[in-house]
């Protein structure tokens, strides 16, 4: 396990690597950079020069390439030209980081508790209007539009009823301390109820409209799983054994149908990032979504590239807790793994 | 009264846009305590079909079951799941085909085993579990306090049978089902899985039914054997005179296919022609009509019925001639 563990870091080493050689060669192919978006029309051509200078854009690529690699390995990714100019991209992430974090956990959390428990019912119902329904339910979750759904949940809930806040993260009025970055827990580590529930009402239209896909997707697996299962030998071996029936599903099929459950849950975990840009835009949530967002308008290299880079590296971790968490539910992956 | 009496089951797969398929065509047949009895015939004749309707695991949609399996004298066709599982584990056993399938991957040995002692005896964890231990210990495990915490995929085959054998008598059901528990292994395997579940039934007094397309697994432990055919039993017989005296042309057409110690060098083994998709329905006369070398015109046309016949039950209208040495054969 070990072993496995510090093969699939070194691959992290390099997938990171080479995804920082074609962020940088792509970034910098792009039409417009920085000096037209920090000028917009009205530069000289020598306040451009100079500006190019400044940013060190004159260099041959591959000098600028090391030249920001050697900076990247001690954690420096340069200066923010357009997000927040001035301040260290690092730093500018950083502060950014929890706040996308908080959304995804409450996105993934989400999905799973609700498409898990549905699934395994749709499964059981087969064929009938429960399991119909959820099944064009999921169909209209993975096809709407993510910024759709976040616009008509912010018009409807906050907007219109006026149920809970158009966007932020936490009320302005509320003085708050600052421990993780994660609002939610922070509020209940520091027991300030109050801005603990502030943020989690803040939370929810955003969190819901980011879990739509992951969401619909983990409730087809999960069904289609749970379908595949029910009709294994086993489970008709533990059926024989007259075993209670929380006993057969939890045990017998819940466990075996979760394996393709998790491969999924660690894929859609990773493509969170692209719903997080839209859904931080629609709900002003200052994550690094947002950043994101903003960075690509305004060509603020160091920003996207620390961006994207964190977010390459956070898919990839993701993916290895859950192949160590497949391990962990499947015995047999477990021994092959001692074996080689 | 007979541990187990099963009268005109039938078992019906209906399927939206097919037709539906008899399965089990009005079987009957007894079990009594103690007793084994085998029940034979190629594979699709309907025999998993009717351990699994006895057994009540049948798909709940999609199947019609009807007629009647009466276990100590409750009728288990209409039970409600609730009684039912209080019964299946504990009064009825089963041991299946294919015990890697069989047997749940990602759960430990001893815990599969230790289930079933906690549903039905009321056992605290640690006692299901040491008695789990001593259940390997007797179906032959080596080592069982360490195979408990084994997984499926680490024990061999015969292992993985001889575990499911110990679930399925954990609680010393009064009847276990063995459905083909030996054809998924070696042949060097098979020998030794009948011989232990020859010797746990005799020890505990259960009752066996013995599902096999091998006739040869049959003629060592039955007292009893039904020979199935298209969903119907086609004869029943005590086990000396069904060998020694087939009746129904198509039990004389298994037993000239299977190697006999008792037959002359060189004998050839015939095959019985044909196969199952030969078949004509029972309702237009005989299904082994058309593969049968003693078929005769009524055979085409009247469905025979299943009658007694010095002893045993035939569904024939023209059957094997008994031979004048009959009661000489040896296995
Ligand atoms: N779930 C099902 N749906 C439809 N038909 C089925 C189903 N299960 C069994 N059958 C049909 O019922 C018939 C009897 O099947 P069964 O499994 O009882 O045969 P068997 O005698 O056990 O054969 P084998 O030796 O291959 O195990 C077959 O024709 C099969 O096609
Ligand atoms: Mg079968």
Request: charged fraction near 20%; proline fraction near 6%.
């Given at each position: 396990m070990l072993r496995y563990t510090i093969r699939r870091v070194l691959q992290l080493a390099l997938v990171v690597l080479v995804l920082s050689v074609l962020l940088f060669a792509w970034l910098r192919a792009l039409p417009g950079g920085p000096v037209s978006a920090l000028l917009g029309d009205r530069g000289t051509a020598e306040s451009r020069a100079q500006l190019r200078e400044a940013l060190g854009l004159d260099d041959p690529i591959f000098v600028q390439y090391f030249a920001f690699l050697g900076r990247a390995l001690t954690g420096d990714f340069g200066t923010s030209t357009g997000v927040s100019p001035g301040k260290p991209a690092m730093e500018l992430f950083l502060e950014r980081f929890p706040a996308t974090i908080e959304l995804s956990i409450a996105a993934i959390v989400i999905a799973l508790i609700g498409a898990i428990p549905l699934g395994y019912l749709a499964a059981r119902r087969r064929g009938g209007w429960f399991d119909n329904a959820s099944v064009v339910g999921s169909m209209i979750g993975i096809s709407i539009p993510i910024f759709f759904l976040a616009f008509l949940l912010k018009y409807l809930l906050a907007i219109k009823l006026g149920w809970l806040p158009t966007g932020g993260r936490q009320s302005a009025g509320l003085d708050a301390t600052r421990v993780t970055g994660f609002f939610v827990l922070d509020g209940l580590l520091t027991r300030?109820?109050?801005?603990?529930?502030?943020?989690?009402?803040?939370?929810?239209?955003?969190?819901?409209?980011?879990?739509?896909?992951?969401?619909?997707?983990?409730?087809?697996?999960?069904?289609?799983?749970?379908?595949?299962?029910?009709?294994?030998?086993?489970?008709?071996?533990?059926?024989?054994?007259?075993?209670?029936?929380?006993?057969?599903?939890?045990?017998?099929?819940?466990?075996?149908a979760m394996l393709p459950v998790v491969t999924t849950v660690g894929l859609q975990t990773g493509a969170l990032l692209s719903g997080a840009v839209l859904t931080e835009t629609v709900f002003s949530w200052q994550g690094v979504g947002q950043a994101l967002a903003v960075g690509f308008e305004r060509k603020d290299f160091p920003v996207l590239q620390v961006v994207i880079i964190a977010a390459a590296m956070a898919y990839v971790l993701v993916n290895l807790i859950v192949d160590l968490s497949y391990a962990a539910i499947d015995p047999r992956i477990r021994t092959a793994g001692k074996v080689g | 009264m007979a541990l187990l009496e099963v009268r005109d089951l039938s078992v019906v797969f209906r399927r939206k846009g097919e037709e539906p398929t008899i399965a089990v065509d009005g079987i009957s047949f007894d079990v009594e305590p103690g007793q084994t009895v085998g029940l034979v015939g190629e594979s699709g004749c309907g025999k998993s079909v009717t351990s699994l309707a006895i057994m009540g695991l049948l798909p709940s949609r999609g199947v019609d079951v009807s007629g009647s399996v009466s276990f100590e004298g409750t009728e288990l066709l209409h039970l409600s799941q609730r009684r039912l599982d209080e019964r299946r584990g504990r009064d009825l056993g089963m041991v299946f085909q294919d015990p890697l399938s069989s047997l749940n991957p990602v759960v430990p040995i001893g815990v599969q085993i230790a289930e079933v002692l906690q549903r039905h005896r009321e056992l605290s964890r640690k006692q299901a579990r040491s008695e789990a231990a001593e259940l390997l210990n007797r179906v032959g495990i080596p080592d069982p306090a360490r195979r408990l915490d084994e997984y499926p995929h680490q024990l061999s085959g015969g292992m993985r049978q001889r575990a499911l054998i110990a679930i399925a008598l954990a609680c010393r059901p009064r009847l276990l089902i063995a459905d083909e528990p030996t054809t998924a292994l070696d042949v060097t395997i098979q020998a030794q899985i009948l011989n232990l579940l020859t010797e746990l039934v005799a020890d505990t007094d259960t009752a066996l039914i013995m599902i096999t397309h091998d006739l040869g697994v049959v003629a060592g432990l039955c007292d009893e054997v039904n020979v199935m055919y298209g969903g119907r039993i086609v004869e029943r017989a005590e086990r000396h005179a069904l060998f020694t005296a087939p009746r129904h042309p198509y039990t004389n057409g298994l037993l000239e296919s299977i190697p006999r110690l008792d037959a002359p060098r060189g004998e050839r083994l015939v095959p019985i022609r044909g196969s199952v998709v030969d078949n004509i329905p029972w309702a237009d006369g005989c299904a082994f009509a058309p593969r049968c070398p003693n078929a005769i015109e009524p055979c085409w046309s009247v469905t025979p019925a299943l009658v007694a016949d010095d002893g045993r039950m035939l569904r024939c209208h023209n059957p094997v001639e008994v031979p004048v040495t009959a009661g000489e054969g040896v296995r």
């Amino acid at each position: 396990m070990l072993r496995y563990t510090i093969r699939r870091v070194l691959q992290l080493a390099l997938v990171v690597l080479v995804l920082s050689v074609l962020l940088f060669a792509w970034l910098r192919a792009l039409p417009g950079g920085p000096v037209s978006a920090l000028l917009g029309d009205r530069g000289t051509a020598e306040s451009r020069a100079q500006l190019r200078e400044a940013l060190g854009l004159d260099d041959p690529i591959f000098v600028q390439y090391f030249a920001f690699l050697g900076r990247a390995l001690t954690g420096d990714f340069g200066t923010s030209t357009g997000v927040s100019p001035g301040k260290p991209a690092m730093e500018l992430f950083l502060e950014r980081f929890p706040a996308t974090i908080e959304l995804s956990i409450a996105a993934i959390v989400i999905a799973l508790i609700g498409a898990i428990p549905l699934g395994y019912l749709a499964a059981r119902r087969r064929g009938g209007w429960f399991d119909n329904a959820s099944v064009v339910g999921s169909m209209i979750g993975i096809s709407i539009p993510i910024f759709f759904l976040a616009f008509l949940l912010k018009y409807l809930l906050a907007i219109k009823l006026g149920w809970l806040p158009t966007g932020g993260r936490q009320s302005a009025g509320l003085d708050a301390t600052r421990v993780t970055g994660f609002f939610v827990l922070d509020g209940l580590l520091t027991r300030e109820w109050d801005a603990s529930l502030d943020a989690l009402r803040h939370l929810l239209l955003p969190a819901l409209a980011l879990s739509s896909i992951p969401f619909a997707v983990i409730f087809r697996i999960t069904r289609a799983s749970v379908l595949d299962v029910m009709d294994e030998d086993y489970v008709r071996t533990a059926r024989s054994k007259g075993l209670a029936k929380r006993i057969v599903r939890d045990r017998h099929i819940l466990r075996n149908a979760m394996l393709p459950v998790v491969t999924t849950v660690g894929l859609q975990t990773g493509a969170l990032l692209s719903g997080a840009v839209l859904t931080e835009t629609v709900f002003s949530w200052q994550g690094v979504g947002q950043a994101l967002a903003v960075g690509f308008e305004r060509k603020d290299f160091p920003v996207l590239q620390v961006v994207i880079i964190a977010a390459a590296m956070a898919y990839v971790l993701v993916n290895l807790i859950v192949d160590l968490s497949y391990a962990a539910i499947d015995p047999r992956i477990r021994t092959a793994g001692k074996v080689g | 009264m007979a541990l187990l009496e099963v009268r005109d089951l039938s078992v019906v797969f209906r399927r939206k846009g097919e037709e539906p398929t008899i399965a089990v065509d009005g079987i009957s047949f007894d079990v009594e305590p103690g007793q084994t009895v085998g029940l034979v015939g190629e594979s699709g004749c309907g025999k998993s079909v009717t351990s699994l309707a006895i057994m009540g695991l049948l798909p709940s949609r999609g199947v019609d079951v009807s007629g009647s399996v009466s276990f100590e004298g409750t009728e288990l066709l209409h039970l409600s799941q609730r009684r039912l599982d209080e019964r299946r584990g504990r009064d009825l056993g089963m041991v299946f085909q294919d015990p890697l399938s069989s047997l749940n991957p990602v759960v430990p040995i001893g815990v599969q085993i230790a289930e079933v002692l906690q549903r039905h005896r009321e056992l605290s964890r640690k006692q299901a579990r040491s008695e789990a231990a001593e259940l390997l210990n007797r179906v032959g495990i080596p080592d069982p306090a360490r195979r408990l915490d084994e997984y499926p995929h680490q024990l061999s085959g015969g292992m993985r049978q001889r575990a499911l054998i110990a679930i399925a008598l954990a609680c010393r059901p009064r009847l276990l089902i063995a459905d083909e528990p030996t054809t998924a292994l070696d042949v060097t395997i098979q020998a030794q899985i009948l011989n232990l579940l020859t010797e746990l039934v005799a020890d505990t007094d259960t009752a066996l039914i013995m599902i096999t397309h091998d006739l040869g697994v049959v003629a060592g432990l039955c007292d009893e054997v039904n020979v199935m055919y298209g969903g119907r039993i086609v004869e029943r017989a005590e086990r000396h005179a069904l060998f020694t005296a087939p009746r129904h042309p198509y039990t004389n057409g298994l037993l000239e296919s299977i190697p006999r110690l008792d037959a002359p060098r060189g004998e050839r083994l015939v095959p019985i022609r044909g196969s199952v998709v030969d078949n004509i329905p029972w309702a237009d006369g005989c299904a082994f009509a058309p593969r049968c070398p003693n078929a005769i015109e009524p055979c085409w046309s009247v469905t025979p019925a299943l009658v007694a016949d010095d002893g045993r039950m035939l569904r024939c209208h023209n059957p094997v001639e008994v031979p004048v040495t009959a009661g000489e054969g040896v296995r």
